[in-house]
């Protein structure tokens, strides 16, 4: 029987036999690591290519080195070889015994070797009643002075570790006996287990690198043993066993402890959540093990092994069927450790071959995730077109992005604060904005803190390190949101943050690949062409990710992209070529795009500056403080032709504009000490004495008062200071955060307004004229009893009102002497807006390949 036969697990044969192409295959019968390889290993291998055209080092002498270094042994006690097979290979012929004996089942090499010598075998049956564990006492009593002994430890295909004291104390008390023990599986077992520590003279110990490392195709094992042995070996070994890149790659991998701790921890974890899956499913009896991997034996009137694997295979999933192991029979097979949604879709595919009733929720709803190469990759805007285009094709969607740090947010119809990228996103799915679309929000109020917002009410603030250690715990309530939402829906569209490629962020990870993995989501990255670069930025990104991760990307999509598609030449081939990934659509950059942006990424880089109107009758100033919040109050003024709407955040750009607006802030206090040593809040109150209007929203409205307090130190230490004095306005911030969705009346006016409420602070507007009165009569908006031109107002989304705005900006066109527009020049609407974005995007993606991995 061939290697390939014997194991069972080669993908291409179990894609000739199925017709599902290998990249559909789950393989179960794999046992290697299910995390994958490390990130570093791909820039590793990519820097060792330049060393191809030398011969590698003929005795691998610094891996040697490092083993040795590792293990705190000496160098001559290693041999490293071309995977731990060849290493095997190569004992019975330096060993002078004259038969073997062999705990099974077991490894089939272990015989295989020894018939490839000519060496006598005896085995020791290991006992299904006791669970195939090896039994000391037993071994001990077959023990012969001529036997070489080997075993598995973790044993294959059992799983199960021997006791290793008992084991060290019969290897002691038999000196005329080698005992050679493969460890290949112990990194996926506690260390503490292995035998290396103090070894006997009598004891060899193999181990292969590949399963822990998830590197089979580099081939890498090493024996620690006696001088005497190793050199024997060593003599036998071909010269150039081990290559350049299998060197360099065992060095790097013995100095990261850390991920293999990372997978002992995910090893066990899914191990025991597949045990228990295996062991509620009807007919199947698993055994609990200690490496990655369980034995299973299926009690089954018509079903066997073999036959479960045939019809698991026409399911795109491969086992491996045990019936060639000696001691096992056909009811055998093992299974590997996978990720969660792998071993999800085995027991379905299991209880749908044995016909038993599911214990577990079916399979998720599809999802598609937008992650980008950085932060203001478009990621938000391209989940709202896609959105909107599966809206507009009848299918049921909706967004999700489980933590959005913005400091622009809205409050829905219950009172629950949320990004204001997913209420657009709501939008285009023509639904309600629901917090479980953005569970967490993250609202920065200093250079190393945020307010953190969880299912839409504040927790408290915190420094970045605190939140970090707690992330995984609020990743709990993330997924129930996430599976809330998505039992409603047909389609989900997530959105990342950031880059999924942030190493120094990836371990807490809770918005990119975790949620992605999660969610089942098939990943397309996003690159913003326009800045250059986004080619290096597809593979840069794709190098330092994890293989589970890579596995999660389908591929590409280019944004904002100018000029003729066919500049960009070979690139996309070439880009492809080396990641292994398709391009999904090149998206062209479109102008005036009419959407809110996401953050103040784009405010803080200008945006309004590239949009000015320099030629309109008015002139109006936003301030830029650098804790501004929800910007997009004002972007219903940039649609106005008569409007020059600019950002201000010099003394010496202010000039003497028509209005001068004071956006919100999500920490007034240290706003408050910008204005004044900025000179920009002199500034204002000197075009307070002139015609210029004054305006103030949340926020704003609280600096243009005379006090703020901060008794419970929200944004401070607890001090009370002096705002611009331009309102007879007291302000005390306090503990209970106002949120609220309301509708209001403009009272000089009498135009009707809509928007919500997000404040801290708590306002004693007695002295002030009333201006705005929210339906249940209270006031939220006030302006000075002897200058009307100054006033604030704490309704966001004041100036979304079409009418009102127009009132607005013909009084300060008559305070101008320009006559009164009186009607209605632009209308502030989203809805064409995203019709508008959904057909260019539409007409630039390949929507059959977007439904195709969507598998609708």
């Known amino acids: 029987m061939s290697k390939t036969e014997k194991h069972g697990?080669?993908?291409?044969?179990?894609?000739?036999?199925?017709?599902?192409?290998?990249?559909?295959?789950?393989?179960?019968?794999?046992?290697?690591n299910p995390l994958g390889f490390p990130p570093w290993l791909r820039p590793l291998v990519s820097a060792q290519v330049s060393n191809l055209s030398h011969y590698p080092d003929s005795e691998a002498k610094e891996l040697v080195k490092a083993l040795a270094t590792h293990h705190q042994i000496e160098s001559d006690q290693i041999i490293v070889g071309n995977g731990a097979s060849e290493l095997l290979y190569l004992l019975p012929q330096v060993l002078e015994h004259k038969r073997l004996l062999v705990p099974v089942p077991s490894y089939t090499d272990y015989i295989s070797m020894a018939k490839v010598t000519g060496l006598p075998i005896d085995t020791l049956p290991l006992l299904a009643k006791n669970e195939f564990r090896l039994d000391i006492c037993q071994l001990a009593s077959m023990l012969q002075d001529d036997h070489l002994v080997i075993l598995g430890h973790p044993n294959n295909p059992t799983g199960k570790l021997c006791d290793a004291e008992a084991l060290r104390e019969l290897v002691l008390g038999h000196p005329q006996n080698y005992f050679v023990v493969d460890?290949?599986?112990?990194?996926?077992?506690?260390?503490?287990?292995?035998?290396?520590?103090?070894?006997?003279?009598?004891?060899?110990?193999?181990?292969?690198?590949?399963k822990s490392w998830a590197i089979p195709g580099l081939r890498l094992g090493y024996a620690l043993a006696d001088q005497n042995v190793i050199i024997a070996m060593r003599h036998l070994r071909p010269d150039w066993s081990v290559n350049t890149i299998a060197q360099a790659v065992g060095i790097r991998a013995l100095q990261d402890c850390e991920f293999l701790i990372r997978t002992r921890n995910y090893v066990r974890q899914q191990r025991l959540d597949l045990f228990s899956q295996l062991k509620s499913i009807h007919g199947l009896s698993p055994l609990s093990g200690d490496a990655n991997f369980l034995l299973v034996r299926i009690d089954h009137p018509t079903l066997d092994a073999a036959t479960l694997t045939r019809k698991l295979l026409t399911q795109g999933i491969v086992i491996r069927c045990c019936d060639n192991f000696q001691g096992l029979d056909n009811r055998y097979f093992r299974v590997a450790v996978r990720t969660v949604e792998e071993q999800q879709q085995l027991c379905d595919g299991l209880r749908t071959c044995l016909q038993s009733k599911r214990t577990k929720k079916g399979r998720k709803?599809?999802?598609?995730?937008?992650?980008?190469?950085?932060?203001?990759?478009?990621?938000?805007?391209?989940?709202?077109?896609?959105?909107?285009i599966l809206q507009q094709n009848g299918v049921s969607v909706a967004p999700f992005k489980a933590q959005n740090m913005s400091l622009n947010s809205c409050v829905t119809f219950q009172g629950d604060e949320m990004g204001r990228a997913q209420v657009l996103q709501a939008q285009a799915c023509r639904l309600d904005a629901d917090v479980r679309m953005n569970p967490v929000l993250l609202k920065p109020c200093s250079a190393t803190g945020s307010?953190?917002?969880?299912?839409?009410?504040v927790t408290e603030t915190m420094h970045f390190m605190d939140y970090a250690k707690r992330r995984q715990e609020i990743f709990g309530q993330v997924q129930q949101c996430y599976d809330s939402l998505a039992s409603e829906h047909q389609v989900m569209v997530l959105e990342g943050a950031g880059s999924p490629a942030e190493i120094n962020l990836k371990q807490c990870d809770i918005v990119n690949m975790n949620m992605a993995r999660y969610a089942a989501a098939k990943v397309l990255l996003v690159g913003d062409i326009d800045r250059g670069g986004v080619f290096a930025a597809f593979v840069g990104t794709m190098e330092l990710l994890n293989e589970w991760e890579r596995q999660l990307v389908s591929g590409f999509v280019i944004n904002r992209f100018r000029g003729d598609a066919n500049l960009l030449g070979n690139a996309l081939d070439l880009t492809s070529t080396h990641t292994g990934k398709p391009f999904?659509?090149?998206?062209?950059?479109?102008?005036?795009?009419?959407?809110?942006?996401?953050d103040s990424v784009d405010f803080k880089d200008g945006i309004f500056d590239r949009d000015t109107n320099p030629d309109a009758e008015l002139d109006i100033a936003l301030i830029d403080l650098p804790h501004i919040s929800n910007f997009t109050d004002f972007d219903a003024l940039r649609i106005e032709p008569d409007v020059n709407l600019r950002r201000v955040c010099h003394v010496d750009d202010l000039g003497q504009p028509d209005a001068v607006i004071l956006p919100g802030s999500k920490n007034v206090m240290a706003d408050l000490n910008y204005l004044?040593?900025?000179?920009?809040?002199?500034?204002?109150?000197?075009?307070?004495?002139?015609?210029?209007?004054?305006?103030?929203?949340?926020g704003g409205y609280q600096l243009l008062g005379n006090t703020i307090a901060d008794p419970f130190a929200i944004e401070s230490h607890g001090k009370t200071c002096s705002g611009l004095?331009?309102?007879?306005?007291?302000?005390?911030?306090?503990?209970?955060?106002?949120m609220t969705n309301c509708r209001a009346t403009h009272l000089p006016s009498n135009c009707k307004l809509s928007g919500y409420e997000i404040h801290h602070g708590n306002s004693d507007d007695t002295n002030l004229q009333p201006l705005i009165e929210r339906q249940d009569s209270a006031t939220i908006g006030g302006c000075h009893p002897a200058h009307r031109q100054i006033w604030g107002t704490y309704l966001h989304g004041v100036f979304d009102a079409d009418p009102f705005r127009r009132w607005f900006l013909d009084r300060l066109r008559q305070r101008k002497e320009?006559?009164?527009?009186?009607?209605?020049?632009?209308?502030?609407?989203?809805?064409p807006a995203l019709d508008r974005l959904a057909d260019h995007v539409r007409a630039a993606i390949d929507m059959d390949r977007i439904y195709q991995v969507l598998d609708l």
Not at 451 to 457: A, L, M, R, Y
Not at 584 to 598: K, W
Request: charged residues 15%; proline residues 5%.
């Open 365 to 388: 709803t599809p999802a598609i995730m937008f992650q980008g190469t950085g932060s203001n990759a478009g990621k938000s805007i391209l989940t709202a077109a896609l959105c909107r």
């Open 584 to 598: 999904f659509g090149i998206v062209p950059y479109l102008q005036n795009l009419g959407l809110p942006e996401e």
């Open 9 to 32: 697990g080669n993908l291409r044969q179990a894609s000739q036999t199925s017709g599902i192409p290998q990249d559909r295959l789950i393989d179960f019968s794999a046992s290697i």
């Open 451 to 457: 307010q953190v917002i969880v299912n839409g009410k």
């Open 725 to 738: 004095g331009l309102l007879p306005l007291e302000t005390t911030l306090e503990r209970q955060k106002t």
């Open 818 to 831: 320009l006559n009164p527009l009186k009607t209605v020049q632009a209308v502030y609407d989203l809805e």
């Open 676 to 698: 004044d040593s900025s000179q920009l809040g002199g500034a204002i109150k000197h075009l307070a004495t002139k015609t210029t209007e004054i305006v103030g929203i949340c």
């Open 183 to 210: 460890e290949s599986f112990i990194d996926f077992a506690s260390p503490e287990h292995s035998l290396h520590r103090q070894r006997p003279a009598n004891l060899i110990i193999v181990q292969s690198m590949t």
